[in-house]
């Protein structure tokens, strides 16, 4: 009952910071520009062609029932159209949305298995070499610039050993002859289901450096605060507890401090996540990968207005949506925030 | 008590232990020399004060002595193994299967996102090799044994879920789950209200006797050890000073050391007209700073020259060991630390509540219907379904008076609301309804609209010292204060004043000048009475003014609010879960429960029949320092409801030993008074509730 009333709060908080935005993300579309019109038409306008917008955009109406044709816009689906393409900007997102978020999970899949676990190890044996060499990995995967790093993972597997391509999401090859359906878009789970597994494969190895790199960060920020957390909790009198009643080290560790220590690490990936949606812009150039990054770029440099403000749009519902999804998976996982 | 059989051999055996803990570059010992035997069966006591190393011997015995400790010396042998040159997974084996702790914090030492029963299971899948469900349903066995109620609720709850005793009971159902030849328990009961710890106490003497395993206690509590254990060892600033039966060490203690601890606790039914304190000057040196000679020596009343060197441990021939130069002159009864030997004073004066109240004349303070009630914040749920929001009940209707010069003795357990309602006097906390007059004059619910005259009239003394000194002024500049702003002195008058005020709490005068973090718990406490006593106040409420400090310090506390008070004819309350502490310094005692209150009477009474059921239930539960005395035996099913929640008609219902059936959950109780003008709050006609009980501390 208490976890349920916690998940409800949890959600209402979440559907009002919803609306709020949206409020905001209309005023920075309408408002902010002197003419909206203008420059929805685009350069060099004629008057007629201003007024023509003025009423198509219904900019006569008063402001509550501008919002609210917005937000009908919004929610069945039509995000606008884009000043530089002219395209619907819904289905551009379409196709690159699925590939960042690709890359992006599997690259945060990675921080998960590489860094709490080393992160955990880190904190038990404190002064240990194996702490101090994971010190040092996460000190280099915070400050190492990450097109550097890109560029060295390439030298190393593409141009020494040769073991795995240089960039792109498939080969030409399996573009050619084996072709992922689009389902999602996401080629991994797309040739899954159909049982393609050649471009399965081919779309793995292409993703290990892009995902390799783009987890660098993640990882060094999970090795540091789950190192400092695991400090803390076996510092705590129920791990005492714990090892005297002859528990296996093994357990005290990754079962028995590792879930009173792993809350604060997910919510820091949480945030690692969002921020690499758009942050991994670097990585997608480097990789030749069509992702949401290049997108943003270059509606940024050509002052695409509502090609920004739904991609702010879209990444503020991810940002809540994983912060909920963060907050109920702590109900679970510690149930003292339930209460207070 | 169990027997123990003397052809076995010990199960642990400790000889001259010395452990350090290392600060920076310096060793420093916490224990010295320190040697025991546990026999198969036997409950041993390990009795001292903070820093006297009793936990340190505990986790050595453990080998848990985290980074900083080393054993620098000594043997622990248990069951016939060399326990010290086991490596941490040969541990393992003996952790949790032969050996296991009871640890101090219950709440501290459960895991907080680990369901309590999945916690116990663990355990006994990793050491009994069980499956998932035969495990599940020997926890449930184990629960029951602990006498959890409701063992499938408790196994399902998290551990903030669950009170304090219960998980106290999960605790010791995790340490005997493996029948473990050692059980330590250190301080098991410490955190807990007494009637909880009474029913604990008990439940765990039975099983002790059951499982013939052998525990060593670990406590502060001279009471506890004399209900429980067959031998006790008594520890002071690292050393064991007197190791000995329980009988002999309560009727012949031999350290000049354990004679001040026993005399340093009031005993239940004991009151300042009758017995004083004998308090032990002074504390307990510092880990780094112990003396060279014998570590008692500069609060000892006995040292003479040959002290200036370490006495050794003498063993005595009947079975007894202590470590003093002078133990044959104390055995002999030429001489005893116990200046002001233990007797009565003069009788208690024979006047009834009613004929004090008079005689006493002005009335000081004045509570009529006193209620401090905090709403709780409704959920969504709630705030969707629109109900009301709950209310804890603190402090729920009390009506009190206290005459000059009076002091008052407001005893409870915790969730009573007696804290509150001090803090409702004082306007800390805003009273929600009802009226407190003071001198005759209304007082307003909120501090902030008291007059002067009234802030200068009223002051407190807090439970924690640490907290009621500015670590940033000088103990000088924190005594000014309210001498300068409230009874408005010059800075030259102020000045003098502390120096008198700082002779009155019996600290030299250079105290002035120093830092509260340069200065004991002890004397903060000091400072912080003179303080309140600094404006000369009508009333003065104290909370759990002794409670954070050491046994050995308390004595001297208690006896300086007692001069002080007579000196300035204070009117006092004293607010406090412990009944003998309450019973020894109040002239009326008021006894609450769950914001209300259940009995007022005259303290020399409130130790004899008739009492009100609640009262009779805190006196069979308090544990008694002396083994001689016979106590009765009533124990309290639960726990405390709920403030939120609380019971119909008389509040007590849900626990009373002597309900009466539906006239006590359909109405409330009416006040009653004895022979004695003592007032009982109960359906039962005082004369009836007198014959039904008895003494419940009886002298053999
Ligand atoms: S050795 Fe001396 S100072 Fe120490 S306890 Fe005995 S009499 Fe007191
Ligand atoms: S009124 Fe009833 S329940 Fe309350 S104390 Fe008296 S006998 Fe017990």
């Known amino acids: 009952m208490q976890r349920l009333d916690y998940i409800l709060k949890r959600m209402v908080m979440a559907i009002f910071v919803l609306i709020s935005v949206s409020i905001l993300t209309f005023f920075i579309a309408r408002v902010v520009p002197s003419n909206p019109a203008a420059a929805w038409v685009g350069p060099h306008p004629t008057k007629e062609q201003i007024e023509k917008a003025t009423l198509e955009l219904g900019l006569d109406k008063p402001l509550y029932v501008q919002y609210q044709r917005y937000m009908q816009d919004l929610l069945s689906g039509d995000l606008g159209t884009s000043v530089r393409t002219h395209q619907p900007i819904l289905s551009d997102i379409k196709t690159f949305l699925p590939a960042t978020l690709e890359l992006v999970f599997v690259g945060m899949l990675i921080a998960v298995l590489i860094g709490i676990p080393l992160g955990v190890l880190s904190g038990a044996f404190k002064g240990s070499w194996l702490d101090h060499f994971t010190r040092l990995i996460s000190i280099a995967g915070v400050s190492m610039p990450v097109f550097l790093l890109g560029l060295l993972l390439q030298l190393l597997f593409f141009r020494q050993l040769g073991l795995l391509p240089l960039g792109a999401r498939v080969s030409t090859e399996v573009a050619l002859f084996h072709p992922v359906t689009p389902i999602t878009r996401m080629y991994l789970i797309d040739s899954a289901v159909t049982g393609n597994w050649t471009a399965f494969k081919d779309a793995s190895i292409h993703l290990i450096l892009p995902a390799l790199a783009l987890a660098t960060y993640p990882i060094a920020l999970a090795i540091r605060m789950t190192r400092s957390t695991m400090i803390e909790v076996l510092n705590e009198k129920y791990i005492m507890a714990a090892r005297i009643s002859g528990i296996r080290e093994r357990s005290v560790l990754f079962i028995l401090a590792l879930k009173n220590a792993i809350v604060p690490t997910l919510n820091a990936l949480g945030l690692a996540f969002v921020y690499s949606l758009t942050g991994a812009i670097l990585i997608e150039i480097i990789f030749s990968w069509p992702g949401l990054g290049t997108y943003v770029t270059n509606a940024v440099l050509g002052v695409d207005f509502p090609v920004i403000v739904s991609v702010t749009l879209i990444m503020t519902v991810f940002y809540i949506a994983i912060n909920l999804i963060l907050d109920i998976l702590q109900a679970f996982i510690d149930p003292r925030v339930i209460i207070g | ?700």
């Open chain 2, 1 to 700: 008590m169990n027997t123990i059989t003397k052809d076995q051999s010990p199960t642990l055996i400790i000889e001259d232990l010395t452990v350090a803990y290392r600060y920076g570059d310096l060793l420093l010992d916490a224990v010295r020399d320190f040697s025991l035997q546990i026999a198969a069966g036997q409950t041993y006591g390990l009795v001292g004060e903070s820093g006297s190393g009793k936990t340190t011997v505990a986790m050595a015995v453990m080998r848990y002595l985290g980074d900083t400790g080393v054993v620098r010396a000594g043997k622990i042998e248990f069951d016939g193994r060399d326990l010290l040159s086991l490596n941490t997974s040969e541990m393992r084996q003996v952790w949790g299967a032969e050996m296991s702790l009871v640890p101090q914090n219950p709440l501290s030492s459960l895991n907080p996102s680990i369901r309590v029963g999945e916690q116990l299971s663990e355990i006994l899948r990793h050491h009994q090799g069980l499956d998932r469900e035969t495990a599940r349903v020997k926890t449930l066995e184990l629960f029951r044994m602990v006498q959890l109620p409701d063992p499938q609720w408790v196994a399902d709850s998290y551990p903030h879920q669950i009170s304090g005793g219960m998980r106290q009971r999960v605790l010791i159902a995790m340490a005997l789950s493996t029948t473990p030849c050692l059980l330590i328990l250190d301080e098991p009961t410490t955190s807990l209200d007494v009637t909880t710890q009474a029913s604990i106490l008990d439940r765990m003497s039975e099983l002790i006797i059951d499982l013939q395993s052998s525990i060593l206690y670990v406590t502060h509590n001279l009471g506890v050890v004399a209900q429980i254990c067959d031998r006790v060892a008594v520890l002071y600033a690292g050393e064991l000073v007197e190791d000995a039966a329980l009988e002999d060490l309560f009727r012949m203690p031999l350290h000049p050391y354990t004679q001040g601890l026993l005399d340093s606790v009031p005993h239940l039914g004991e009151t300042k007209d009758e017995v004083q304190l004998g308090a032990i000057p002074g504390q307990i040196p510092a880990l780094g700073a112990r003396p060279e000679g014998c570590v008692f020596e500069p609060r000892c009343p006995l040292a003479i020259q040959i002290c200036s060197q370490r006495p050794p441990i003498i063993s005595t021939n009947n079975g007894r060991k202590v470590r003093c130069h002078r133990w044959e002159e104390i055995a002999s009864g030429s001489i005893s630390a116990r200046e002001i030997p233990r007797e009565f004073k003069k009788e208690g004066t024979e006047i009834t509540l009613d004929q004090y109240e008079n005689e006493h004349g002005d009335t000081i303070l004045d509570l009529r219907d006193v209620e401090v009630h905090f709403p709780l914040r409704r959920s969504i749920r709630e705030v969707i379904i629109t109900e009301p929001a709950r209310k804890v009940k603190a402090v729920d209707g009390i009506s009190l008076s206290l005459q000059r010069a009076q002091t008052l003795g407001l005893v409870g357990e915790s969730g009573s609301g007696k804290t509150t309602l001090g803090r409702a006097i004082v306007g800390l906390v805003e009273r929600t309804n009802g009226d407190i007059d003071l001198f005759g004059i209304s007082l307003p619910p909120a501090l902030s609209r008291r007059d002067f005259k009234t802030l200068h009239q009223l002051q407190m003394v807090f439970q924690n010292p640490e907290q009621a000194l500015n670590p940033y002024l000088s103990i000088g500049a924190s005594m000014r204060r309210p001498l300068m702003r409230l009874a408005k002195k010059s800075r030259r008058e102020a000045d003098k004043e502390v120096a008198n005020l700082l002779k009155a709490v019996q600290l030299p005068p250079d105290y002035a000048f120093r830092m509260p973090n340069q200065i004991s718990g002890g004397e903060k406490q000091r400072v912080a009475i003179a303080r309140a006593f600094a404006t000369n106040p009508g009333l003065l409420v104290a909370d759990e003014p002794v409670s954070s400090l050491d046994v050995s310090v308390q004595a001297s506390i208690l006896n300086l609010l007692n001069e002080l008070q007579i000196e300035h004819e204070t009117t006092m309350l004293f607010i406090s879960h412990n009944l003998a502490v309450v019973g020894y310094l109040a002239d009326v005692i008021a006894v609450i429960y769950l914001g209300k209150l259940m009995e007022v009477s005259r303290s020399q009474d409130l130790f004899k029949p008739p009492y009100h059921p609640y009262t009779e239930a805190l006196l069979s539960a308090v544990p008694i320092p002396d083994p001689s005395i016979q106590q009765g035996r009533i124990r309290l099913k639960g726990d405390v409801p709920s403030p939120v929640n609380t019971p119909s008609g008389c509040p007590f219902h849900t626990r009373c030993p002597h309900f009466l059936g539906d006239i006590c959950v359909s109405k409330k109780p009416v006040w009653q008074m004895d022979a004695n003008g003592n007032r009982i709050y109960c359906h039962i006609p005082v004369e009836e509730l007198g014959a039904k009980q008895k003494n419940m501390i009886k002298q053999e």
